[in-house]
């Protein structure tokens, strides 16, 4: 397992950029593939990006693709999201997660992935 604090949300206006940020620590973060996933209330949580080990494939949700980067920088142990033209259905609690079993795929379910951090708020106003 590896260890993920993340940051960097909170309450922007419709049109507004944000830049989440997810600091591993405990294992070596570039033998683990990342994502984020978002969760609204009373839904489940859904995969918005994700990023291979080496950062050679990305994925993004259809919802956001052309709006998200993920990106992630190994030496530094953080895999961001750029977030940029939100709406208000962007608002949700946004989960880094990482996985050192399907390394190469950069999608993934939920239960593929082992280490969790405990999210971060992203409120998106009109």
């Known amino acids: 397992q590896v260890q993920l604090v993340e940051s960097g949300g909170g309450l922007v206006q419709a049109g507004g950029s944000l830049r989440l940020s997810c600091a591993a620590s405990?294992?070596?973060?570039?033998?683990?593939?990342a994502g984020w996933f978002c969760q609204a209330p009373g839904k489940e949580r859904e995969l918005v990006a994700g990023?291979?080990?080496?950062?050679?494939?990305?994925y993004y949700a259809d919802s956001v693709k052309g709006r998200f980067t993920i990106s992630r920088d190994n030496a530094k142990n953080t895999v961001y999201l750029q977030m940029n033209s939100l709406n208000p259905e962007d608002t949700a609690v946004y989960y880094c997660?990482?996985?050192?079993?399907?390394?190469?795929?950069?999608?993934?379910?939920?239960?593929?992935?082992?280490?969790w951090g405990q999210g971060t708020q992203v409120t998106v106003s009109s």
């Open positions: 990023i291979t080990w080496d950062g050679g494939n990305t």
């Open positions: 997660a990482a996985d050192r079993r399907y390394l190469v795929i950069p999608a993934g379910r939920p239960d593929e992935y082992e280490s």
């Open positions: 405990g294992r070596t973060f570039s033998y683990y593939r």
